[in-house]
């Protein structure tokens, strides 16, 4: 598990520096260590993986915040020992799976990013397609992660969080003829109550399946009456 998500404890999101401050980090965190082969479930992994994984690992010892610029390439080439091949590859790698972003013209490169739950969501929207999985299930497997956090939130929750919770009620019955505004109270109250239990785990995975299976999405709708049922169910929770 060390190779798939490396010191989570070292995680923070918190203050920007300057940018000579960042740099001067991540300088830090690019050890003289080589790019040994981190065995994942039985395989080696390629080496562009490895290195994918090496500057994600940096980045995060680094504390960088979003947006931060990346070394031009030829200098992460030097630093990694690897060509320019593997290096954008790698690069190509880590834009993927939402860790950095590509700017293009002139002053552009790569920066850092954070990836967000629509990332995951879109290589797990590819897998449940492969596997022709239901949007039944789909649907199941929210009732069961939203039922689980909530059953955490019970015994953690603020009253700060429980008001947010009933401002997206109140939000709804006031104007339950407006169906955006439904919409977005309405998602809203879940990710609030997913939050709420504090495992940032059952956070991103039910924003992610809320992205792959949004009913607004797929053409849902909701009447007067079944905007206020919402509502009641919701003050209910």
Sequence with gaps: LRYVVPNLSRVSVSGRGTLRGNRARMDASMSERALRPEPVLGRRLKISERLARRIARDIIDA??????????????????????????????????????????????????????????????ELILQFERVTLTDVLKARVAIESTAVRLAATRITDEEIAALQETVEEIRANCDNHRIFLEANAAFHRLAVESSGNRVLHYFGESLKHVADGAVVGITYGKRRRLAVADAHEAI
């Design 63 to 124: 504390n960088l915040p979003e947006g931060t610029p990346l070394p031009v390439e030829q200098e992460m080439a030097a630093r990694y020992s690897v060509g320019r091949t593997t290096l954008r590859e790698a690069m190509r790698i880590l834009e993927s799976r939402g860790a950095i972003s590509i700017r293009a013209g002139s002053g552009g490169g790569p920066a850092v990013r954070r990836p967000r739950p629509s990332d995951l969501a879109d290589s797990l």
